[in-house]
């Protein structure tokens, strides 16, 4: 019964939550103000791409997962919110592990930045109810 009462995805509240995330880093974290470090540790990435680009790439991925989380209507919208983060993140993962042999310090990033981009990944194959209005109707039959 308590299942049924939930009215809240959690697959929908993911993407929503995470999308927030990845907007706000790229306003504030990247657009507003990149920290030197990172900007220094994704030298390999912004030889092609400057970090402007890379920070309106954050806002969009977030927009999209956050449109994605909220479109109770259509879940199969999901899987673009699912992709646009989790593409983000293993950007970032394969940036910071590349610039490991020139800075070891980025070993840190560099893990928790994969971990972020499997958990996403893991997040996008959890089962979900359907919505109401996608399920077919049970019928009950007597075991008499």
């Keep these: 019964m308590r299942a049924a009462a939930r009215t809240v995805s959690r697959?929908?509240?993911?993407l929503?939550?995470?999308g927030a995330g990845w907007l706000g880093y790229g306003?504030?974290?990247i657009l507003a103000n990149p920290r030197q470090g990172t900007t220094?540790?994704?030298?390999d990435i912004t030889r092609w791409v400057p970090m402007t680009a890379l920070g309106w790439l954050w806002v969009a991925a977030?927009?999209?997962a956050m449109?994605?989380?909220a479109a109770?209507?259509?879940?199969?919208l999901q899987s673009a919110g699912y992709a646009a983060l989790a593409a983000l993140a293993g950007l970032w993962a394969a940036a910071f592990t590349i610039a490991i042999p020139r800075t070891?310090?980025?070993s840190g990033s560099a893990c928790i930045w994969v971990a972020i981009a499997l958990a996403v990944v893991l997040a996008a194959g959890m089962d979900d109810p359907l919505p109401a209005h996608l399920r077919k109707a049970r019928a009950w039959t007597s075991q008499e």
């Design 11 to 14: 697959r929908r509240a993911i």
């Design 16 to 18: 929503v939550t995470l």
């Design 27 to 29: 306003v504030l974290g």
């Design 40 to 43: 220094q540790l994704l030298a």
């Design 62 to 64: 977030g927009a999209v």
């Design 67 to 69: 449109v994605a989380g």
């Design 72 to 76: 109770v209507r259509c879940p199969r």
């Design 104 to 106: 070891p310090t980025a």
